[in-house]
């Protein structure tokens, strides 16, 4: 049987994207090899390269000002590849602490150049998106994370700001249609809503890489990738793939609009449920709260564990809280579909009809 898979990354993909992926293992667009024994600068994989681009900017709605990247590592390589491109010594950057992932990027910046803190939620365990931010004009950069994963909370609204407004969108990224105009620099690992683990996508506006005053590391400088279309050195090229294979999937599916009505739709049920029964307690604000990641507790710690024995024992995997924060998290990313959803709150009714 199928699982109810509610990991929060790496997490589900759609059946149909790991069916072409596995297909292109054992033989590659019917070339007689496979995708793994293929070079990366050969015109098969650079088309591969320069669709997965097209798609994300078509998706995006972004023009040629900005630049698409594939690059190595997991979203913590941004952390410090962020400012390490955007900082000299002597600048500011700002940055929202909204979670711990927010808060492990502010450590990483601080080696690069001035640190502002723009806002914080941390005195209410990032239960909240601080709204009352302070951004000094001189800033080269505003950082938020779009939606707190550990957390539950997400960014509705963005930060109205003259400063270039640069977003971790790991957890929600092809999840709703936004005006991607309004960002500066966008970076996500794949491993959620857009593929496999293993590549990051940054989207970068070109204009904002002009001012480097130093040195960096020749590898991590997005100049050089730009320069040579993300095939700097051998690129994560099965990773690459699969964030191809799930762009195709998004824009046949109906594109961001279909994207995000359906997490609407999974989100109001699931919050809806969780509200309405007083066995569960949900203390993310209510204006905050994450449509891709819902993190709640039960209110008698001593019956959790028993609650994710039943999850288990109805074919679902991945419910358990992260390890810091406890409590329980369903993580509904686009590929999960609204009967896991609705699978989920039913046993959450008849868990809480009987033991609440
Ligand atoms: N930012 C966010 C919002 C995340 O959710 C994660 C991982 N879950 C990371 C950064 C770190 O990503 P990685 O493990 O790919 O480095």
């Not at 686009?334 to 009967?339: E, F, H, Q, R």
């Amino acid at each position: 049987m199928k699982k109810h898979n509610f990991n929060s990354g790496p997490s589900i993909l759609p059946q149909e994207v790991l069916e072409q992926a596995s297909q292109a293992i054992l033989n590659f667009n019917n070339i007689g090899l496979s995708l793994l024994e293929i070079g990366h600068r050969t015109s098969w994989f650079l088309e591969v390269i320069d669709e997965a681009k097209a798609l994300v900017k078509e998706l995006m709605n972004l023009n040629d000002d900005y630049e698409v990247l594939f690059l190595h590592g997991g979203a913590t390589t941004q952390f410090m590849q962020v400012p390490m491109n955007l900082l000299n010594v002597h600048d500011t950057a700002a940055y929202c602490d909204d979670g711990i992932w927010g808060h492990k990027a502010i450590q990483e910046a601080a080696l690069f150049g001035k640190l502002h803190i723009a806002a914080s939620s941390k005195d209410r365990n990032y239960t909240y998106i601080n709204k009352e931010y302070s951004i000094p004009s001189h800033s080269k950069y505003l950082h938020i994370t779009t939606n707190n994963t550990v957390e539950g909370t997400q960014w509705h609204q963005f930060p109205k700001t003259t400063v270039p407004l640069v977003a971790d969108m790991s957890s929600d990224i092809f999840s709703r249609n936004l005006n991607f105009n309004q960002f500066s620099l966008i970076y996500a690992g794949a491993q959620k809503n857009m593929g496999a683990a293993g590549v990051n996508v940054v989207v970068v506006k070109k204009s904002l890489l002009q001012n480097l005053e130093k040195p960096i590391p020749a590898i991590l400088d997005y100049r050089n990738h730009i320069k040579a279309n993300s095939v700097l050195n051998t690129p994560p090229v099965f990773a690459i793939y699969v964030s191809l294979l799930t762009l195709r999937w998004i824009k046949k599916e109906g594109g961001l609009d279909e994207m995000e009505k359906r997490n609407n739709r999974k989100a109001n049920l699931l919050y809806q449920t969780i509200d309405s029964l007083p066995l569960f307690h949900c203390p993310i604000n209510k204006e905050d709260r994450s449509k891709m990641n819902a993190v709640f507790f039960i209110k008698d710690e001593a019956i959790q564990n028993e609650f994710l024995e039943t999850c288990k024992e109805n074919g679902m995997v991945g419910v358990k809280g992260y390890r810091t924060v406890g409590g329980i998290r369903v993580s509904m990313y686009n590929a999960l579909p609204y009967k896991s959803v609705e699978a989920f709150c039913d046993v959450a009714k008849d868990f809480s009809n009987k033991r609440g």
